[in-house]
């Protein structure tokens, strides 16, 4: 058996490694370092991809939602909601750009900010919504399009985890994650669905005028030669890494149905035992592309289990185990834990598994009949 990886990035190259290599050389051949022919061209392939009117590349995600909401305007003291239970990036460009984060629960069974408790936390100092399509299922978008609409915000999608992921309305129509909201942020850091060799993001939106403003922040404000319109900042993709997106992206979904199947394979294994809850998908099966496979345990001891799993050379995960809440960086005498009964439970029971697109069937049986085995003593 191949030995088990969180994420095996080196696997994924060998099968592409004739189209990468050269591609790379290419930008060295040319010195087209900064700004290269190759950003363009990832850059208009990613838009036809998505169905989106713009793609601006940039040097990572959490960069990214930092300037989706400075493309907004957002101002000190605007409050922006988002989930409590991501990654930190997600709240710390709130609080870095002076605006205020309001943290609200998530749902228990898709782990996705809850739209009721987004309704509960408006204020007539909010001004965006941030949900994030958490391990690659995305938010409830339709109604949380239809709360800002009603109280005229923004809606910024966190698709980091999400990138490839069709998200379907009730009506039967559909759209990629991180083309519904207002504008939206990706990353490409090496571990995402689509990632690339070192940092990378974009930032998505249909908009054209928030897409000038946009294309200006991300090169020190500049919207023409050494004129400063705005207070900017310097981010950019390396062409380099432009070449190692293009060439993935023509496999993402082969690459997200790697996930999807791997993530059914575990589901089989699991499905009668009781003290595990498979991931919860809901709408249609393009839903959900899985930059983690995560299971909810109830009456067993996950911290032992993440021990016996790291004993038997098994890695596994706990994204995430502290609610952003209670992270000193964001506390608020305002938050209530009375509200956030959902993350509070999730952070001690989640545990996230080996997800990636080489996963064999042989592993995901050695993965789980581990897991039988530490839980049926
Ligand atoms: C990875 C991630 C980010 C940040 O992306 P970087 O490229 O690492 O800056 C932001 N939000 C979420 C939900 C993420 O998973």
Do not use: W
């Not at 050379?313 to 000193?328: A, E, R, T």
């Not at 005498?333 to 989640?350: I, P």
Request: with cysteine.
């Amino acid at each position: 058996m191949k030995k088990i990886q969180m994420v095996d990035l080196k696997g994924q190259y060998s099968g592409i490694k004739d189209v990468v290599d050269p591609a790379i050389q290419e930008v060295i051949d040319t010195a087209t370092f900064i700004n290269g022919p190759k950003v363009h061209e990832f850059q208009k392939n990613l838009e036809n991809y998505l169905g989106v009117k713009h793609v601006i590349p940039c040097a990572n995600g959490t960069d990214a939602l930092q300037i989706a909401m400075m493309g907004l305007g957002l101002k000190p003291g605007d409050e922006v909601i988002t989930a409590d239970f991501t990654f930190a990036a997600t709240v710390e460009v709130i609080a870095l750009l002076g605006l205020t984060p309001v943290l609200v629960d998530v749902e228990a069974d898709t782990f996705n900010i809850d739209v009721e408790a987004i309704k509960k936390a408006i204020t007539p100092k909010t001004k965006a919504i941030v949900p994030v399509h958490l391990f690659g299922q995305c938010a409830n978008m339709e109604a949380i399009m239809e709360v800002a609409k009603a109280h005229n915000l923004y809606v910024i999608e966190d698709n980091a985890q999400a990138i490839g992921a069709t998200y379907t309305y009730a009506n039967g129509d559909k759209a990629k994650a991180g083309t519904i909201g207002d504008v939206s942020s990706t990353s490409f850091f090496p571990s995402k669905n689509l990632g690339c060799y070192g940092d990378g993001g974009a930032i998505f939106t249909n908009n054209d005028d928030l897409a000038h403003t946009i294309r200006g922040i991300v090169n020190h404000g500049m919207y023409k030669r050494y004129h400063h319109d705005v207070v900017g900042v310097n981010s950019r993709l390396d062409s380099i890494q432009a070449a190692v997106l293009d060439a993935k992206l023509v496999h993402l979904d082969t690459y997200n149905a790697s996930r999807r199947r791997a993530a059914h394979k575990y589901n089989e294994h699991f499905k009668d035992v009781s003290e595990i809850t498979t991931p919860y998908e809901y709408g249609a099966k393009d839903n959900h592309v899985y930059h983690q496979y995560t299971l909810k345990l109830s009456g067993v001891d996950r911290d032992a289990l993440v021990q016996y799993l790291n004993d038997n050379n098994i890695p596994c995960g706990v994204y995430y185990p502290i609610p952003l809440h209670n992270q000193k960086a964001y506390q608020d005498s305002r938050y209530n834990e009375a509200d956030f009964t959902v993350t509070n439970q999730l952070v001690k029971d989640v545990i996230s598994l080996p997800m990636h697109t080489e996963l064999d069937d042989e592993q995901i049986a050695f993965i789980a009949n581990h897991i039988k085995t530490f839980i049926n003593g």
